[in-house]
Nanobody, 113 residues
C-alpha cells in the first residue's frame, strides 16, 4: 500500500513563493504529479514528472512553477514562485505505479491579493 504525505502549503501574499513536498512510501513510481482544485472548480493537473525526469506543466503555471523529484527519497516537489490569487486551491499529489494510482490528502494553498 502506498502512502503519500504532503506538506508545505499555507498562506502567502501575491508574488510570494511556496514549496510543496510529497513523500511517498512504496516501490516504483512511474509518474509523480501535482493537481489542484479550487472551490467550485474541477480538479486540474498542475505539473507532472516522469521517472526519467520528463516534465509537463499547465499553461497557467509555466514559467512560475517547477516540479522535481528525488527518487532516492521518493519525494516530489513543487516550487511555486510569483504566486497569484488564482493559484489558491487545495493541491494534491498523485503517483502512478505499475497498475495503480494513489492520491495524497491535499494541502491548502491560499494566495492573498
Amino acid at each position: 500500500q502506498v502512502q503519500l504525505v504532503e506538506s508545505g502549503g499555507g498562506l502567502v501574499q501575491a508574488g510570494g513563493s511556496l514549496r510543496l513536498s510529497c513523500a511517498a512510501s512504496g516501490s516504483i513510481f512511474i509518474v509523480m504529479e501535482w493537481y489542484r482544485q479550487a472551490p467550485g472548480k474541477q480538479r486540474e493537473l498542475v505539473a507532472g514528472i516522469s521517472r526519467g525526469d520528463r516534465t509537463n506543466y499547465a499553461d497557467t503555471v509555466k514559467g512560475r512553477f517547477t516540479i522535481s523529484r528525488d527518487n532516492a527519497k521518493k519525494t516530489v516537489y513543487l516550487q511555486m514562485n510569483s504566486l497569484k490569487p488564482e493559484d489558491t486551491a487545495v493541491y494534491y499529489c498523485r503517483v502512478t505505479t505499475p497498475g495503480n494510482v494513489y492520491w495524497g490528502q491535499g494541502t491548502q494553498v491560499t494566495v492573498s491579493s
